[in-house]
């Protein structure tokens, strides 16, 4: 699970509390909050146990969802333009070999 390591720091020191004084109250060892504190991987029992530390639902420890990139909807945008360029050069390229055939049939009545 992905703690929010920083929150979980901000939450502490705004609290006055040490890594020991937290580990104390959430039943851990001094260890697993350096841990969770350093990388932000927690086992689910030790974020609810941190998250009932700070009288706090789990969800508001997680690490916050990336916001949305417009790389997703650029590339959308992209294959869509893409898409309707090769729709008109194929409309495009159906009708001069249309006109193509129409002016060879019409050399081949003639007899030229």
């Known amino acids: 699970m992905a703690i929010s390591a920083a929150k979980v720091k901000q ?3 705004q609290r006055g ?9 959430a039943g851990l060892s001094a260890r697993t909050v350096q841990r969770l504190e350093a990388d932000g991987r927690a086992s689910g029992e030790t974020g609810m146990a941190v998250a009932a530390a700070f009288e706090l639902h789990l969800d508001q420890l997680t690490e916050d969802p990336p916001a949305p990139t417009p ?7 992209i294959l869509l333009t893409l898409f309707i360029v090769i729709m008109l050069m194929l409309a495009g390229g159906y009708q001069v070999g249309k006109d193509l055939a129409v002016r060879d049939n019409a050399r081949a009545s003639s007899g030229r």
């Open 17 to 25: 509390w040490s890594q020991e004084h937290l580990a104390s109250v």
């Open 71 to 77: 790389a997703g909807s650029d590339l959308l945008t």
């Open 11 to 13: 939450l502490r020191q």
